[in-house]
Structures are given as structure tokens and as C-alpha cells.
């Protein structure tokens, strides 16, 4: 009997399918950022915002500058480092800087429930730079989360259309943080993923390592055991091996389902605020954080669901015969 004969029996692979693994990975990812907001919220009770955004993206670039070099990847070209620039100016310093300084004076819970518009965010900046034409659905349902995440951060800040200055600090670092996950994406496509964020991290170092300078000079860093540990978290993890877990995820996929993971992660920051800060859970925080996930995840989906393809017509010339299906071989 021929080896493609069709009476063969067909045998289960023996490695199984890899997608329950890469949806762990995003899974492991996801779960190491969304002690980002609460660990930062601990490390501002005394270290200064300045040394907080800045010095965790040092830490993270010495990492990254030790596993460049170890793995000898090759350097970026041409364009790719003004990409690299874009991706550095969302994730390693805006996003950083602008949720440390806003969680000086807001609550965990609350800046969690803001950055929760960051999945629907993102889905805008990769269809802005990629050029794509989604559908009208798509657009009223990102207006409606982006409307519910505003309209929370006013009336938590004292009544409807009053926004304090850490709202538009967290509305910012969604943006910033948006712009960096579309562009990386795209050039992790070209570098590799890990890769993009480290190269990231060592082009941005010598404003971070300045902006170091400047903190310890105001003001010299001290804190308790617990803030320093906090700190370091950010550092090594946050900013560093949780990319590891969360870009590994994508690389195996499916994409399309491990990134809608990251709709857990404001549920997870909230929850550690609670517990390990002991912020009191409002039923307006957990009202507003719900309505802005499900607008989150649905404009996702939107996005994602592929359009029905229409059949293309065969072209006049071509004899009908042609246009016929071969039978399958056996």
C-alpha cells in the first residue's frame, strides 16, 4: 500500500497542537504586567516618578544590552532605527513616566481601570499605520469604551467633565503606549519580537540614564525594603522578561487569540490593588472597569473578524474547462 494512499490510517501527531501553549505564554505575560499599576503605586510612596519611569527602563536596558550580545543579533538598518525610536517614545519612556506620575495622586484601581482602554487603543494605532478599513462597527464601539473610560474619570474626579491632571496622564499613557505596541509589532516582524523591545530599550538608555541624573540630583533615592523590591520588578519584569512571555505567546499564536488575553490584565490590577494595596473596590470602579473591557474586547473582535470574501469572477478570456477544480489525486 502506498505511503499517500487515501486508505492509509492517519495517526494523531505525536507533538500536540501548540496553541493551548502559546496561549499559557500570553497568558504568563499578561499576569506579570498587571502587577505594573500596584507595584508602581508602592515604589511612588517614596521614590520620586522621575527615578521610577526612568530608572526601571535602565535597569531593563542593561538586561537587554547583555542579551544582544550574548545571542549576537544583528543591528538594526536604515529606517528601522527612526521605528525603533517610535517604539522607545511609547513603551520604554511615555508610558513608563506618565503612569508614574499620575499614580502619585490617584489610586491603583482607578489608573487600571483607565489604562483598560490600552486593547482598544491599540487596535486604532494598528489600523491607523496599517491602513486598514474597518468596519463602522469597529469605530462606534472604540468611541463608545473611550467615551466610558473618560466619562468614569470625570465622575470619580468630582463631577462630569472635570478630569484631574493624572487622568490625562493615564489618557496619555494609553496613547503612548498604543503608538509603541502597533509600531513594534510591525517591526517585530522584521527583527524579531524580543528583540524589538530590547533594541528599544538600548536606543532610549542615554535620555534614561539623564533623566536618572537629574532625579537622584532633586531629589536622592530612598525608600523602604519593599518599595526597592517593588522598583526592581519593574525593571527586570515589567519592562523586560514579561515581554519574553507575552512575545513568545504571539510568536506561537494563534495571535489573534493571545493578544485578546490582555483584556484580563486591568481585571488582575484591579484585584492586586485590593489585595495587596487594601483599596477599597467601589461599585463605580468595578461598573466602570467592566463596561470599558467588554468595549475593549469587542472592538478587538471587531477588528479581528475577517470580512466574507467575495468570489472573484474568472476572467472572460478563460475557457470555461479551465475554471473547473482538478479531482484531487490519489
Not at 31 to 42: D, G, I, L, M, W
Not at 95 to 112: D, V
Not at 315 to 324: M, S
Amino acid at each position: 500500500m502506498r505511503d499517500n494512499s487515501s486508505a492509509t490510517t492517519l495517526l494523531p501527531p505525536v507533538i500536540p497542537s501548540r496553541q493551548p501553549t502559546g496561549l499559557w505564554w500570553g497568558l504568563a505575560g499578561v499576569a506579570a504586567f498587571s502587577f505594573t499599576v500596584p507595584f508602581t503605586k508602592v515604589a511612588v510612596e517614596s521614590l520620586s516618578p522621575l527615578f521610577i519611569g526612568s530608572g526601571r527602563a535602565v535597569v531593563a536596558a542593561i538586561l537587554a544590552t547583555f542579551a544582544l550580545a550574548l545571542t549576537r543579533q544583528r543591528l538594526p538598518r536604515g529606517t528601522q532605527w527612526v521605528r525603533l525610536a517610535v517604539v522607545a517614545g511609547g513603551i520604554v519612556v511615555g508610558f513608563p513616566l506618565l503612569t508614574s506620575f499620575a499614580l502619585t495622586t490617584t489610586p491603583a484601581s482607578h489608573g487600571a481601570v483607565v489604562i483598560a482602554l490600552l486593547p482598544a487603543a491599540t487596535a486604532v494605532a494598528a489600523v491607523l499605520r496599517g491602513r486598514e478599513r474597518p468596519r463602522p462597527a469597529f469605530w462606534l464601539i472604540t468611541g463608545v469604551g473611550a467615551l466610558t473610560a473618560i466619562g468614569f474619570a470625570s465622575l470619580q474626579s468630582g463631577g462630569f467633565g472635570q478630569l484631574h491632571s493624572a487622568d490625562l496622564l493615564l489618557l496619555g499613557a494609553v496613547v503612548a503606549a498604543a503608538i509603541g505596541y502597533a509600531e513594534g509589532g510591525l517591526l517585530a516582524r522584521e527583527l524579531g519580537a524580543w528583540q524589538t523591545v530590547s533594541w528599544a530599550l538600548v536606543l532610549a538608555s542615554p535620555l534614561m540614564v539623564f533623566l536618572v541624573a537629574v532625579s537622584v540630583a532633586q531629589q536622592p533615592p530612598s525608600g523602604t525594603p519593599v518599595q526597592w523590591l517593588a522598583f526592581a520588578y519593574l525593571g527586570v519584569v515589567s519592562m523586560f522578561l514579561g515581554f519574553f512571555a507575552w512575545y513568545r505567546g504571539l510568536a506561537i499564536g494563534p495571535m489573534a487569540q493571545v493578544s485578546q488575553i490582555q483584556l484580563v490584565q486591568p481585571v488582575l490590577s484591579i484585584c492586586w490593588a485590593g489585595l495587596l494595596l487594601g483599596e477599597s473596590l467601589t461599585w463605580s470602579t468595578i461598573v466602570g472597569g467592566l463596561a470599558v473591557i467588554l468595549c475593549a474586547g469587542a472592538a478587538v473582535r471587531v477588528r479581528l473578524k475577517p470580512a466574507t470574501p467575495q468570489p472573484a469572477a474568472p476572467h472572460p478570456a478563460e475557457p470555461l474547462a479551465t475554471r473547473t477544480l482538478e479531482p484531487a489525486k490519489d
